[in-house]
């Protein structure tokens, strides 16, 4: 009886496991680090399963469901990790314009004062 059943379970796992991909393999397929990868599984937005050996292995359904769905992501379905980033990036960028357009206008101000002085000597 132990017999069948470990069978039975040991041809459900195998079959299981012809279905699904390491979670490496999945990270790659989707252009997910391993870590996002299985950030996912955890959060159940892959479909994922530990193998007796302890290995995380993911359902091809999922990745394939995962990838189709990645050409339709909009701003408004990113992670909200890459959405700060993405946030603070956009801050340092507006930083930097206003910092070039500060520069400008100083150096624009000092011509403007020499052309004056030089006007002032001059006369």
């Known amino acids: 009886m132990k017999n069948r ?3 039975r379970r040991n041809s459900h796992l195998a079959h299981a496991d012809a279905q699904s991909v390491p979670v490496a393999q999945a990270a790659r397929t989707l252009g997910l680090s391993v870590r996002t ?22 359902a091809s359904e999922s990745v394939e469901s995962a ?22 990036v956009e801050v340092l960028h507006v930083e930097a314009q206003e910092l070039r357009a500060r520069r400008d206008i100083e150096k624009l101000r000092e011509e403007d004062s020499q052309v004056e002085r030089a006007r002032t000597m001059g006369l």
């Open 5 to 7: 059943e470990a069978n």
């Open 37 to 58: 990868a299985k950030r996912m599984c955890a959060a159940g937005q892959l479909e994922a399963f530990k193998t007796a050996g302890g290995h995380l292995r993911v």
């Open 67 to 88: 990838r189709q769905g990645s050409r339709h992501l909009s701003s408004g379905s990113t992670s909200s990790a890459f959405q700060r980033k993405r946030e603070q």
